[in-house]
């Protein structure tokens, strides 16, 4: 077969560290823009970017040359450098060291993109740490609760 085809959907998810709620309403869409910038520039496709104060969802297609450790990498290296020009309430940012990165199927496509978009509300009721643990055990993935969290 002379040609690659490749969709992998992913729903990268990860959180300031110390789940520290820092980000500002004025902030978060120029962030989200700014994260849809690195994810075309790494040949991936952005699909639904979104979040609160404390964490984002990134929905996006990976590119088939492409390592998800590398472009999460390159999503908070670059984004954090960013926030740090964009005012000094963010000069100690960080983003946390671990995330969440879950497979999507085109069928649950809709539903994943609906929950992103619906984050301030779905936080209005449930913290991140219950959210995270929740996706976690949706896909399966065990985890010890000592490490989760910096």
Known sequence: ???????????????????????NAATLP????????????????????????????LL????????IADVTRELK?????????????YNQFHWQVGYGVFSVSASTMPDVKSYIVQQPEHHRKVTFQDEYRALLAKHGIAYDERYMWD
């Open 1 to 23: 077969m002379p040609q690659s085809f490749a969709h992998l959907a992913v729903h990268l998810v990860f959180s300031a560290k110390n789940r520290e709620p820092i980000l």
């Open 30 to 57: 120029k962030l989200h823009a700014y994260f849809v910038g690195i994810i075309k520039g790494l040949n991936c496709t952005p699909i639904q970017i979104g979040g609160v104060a404390d964490h984002v969802h």
């Open 60 to 67: 996006f297609a990976l590119s088939r040359t492409r390592a």
């Open 77 to 89: 290296t670059n984004s954090t450098n960013w926030l740090h020009t964009q005012s000094p309430r």
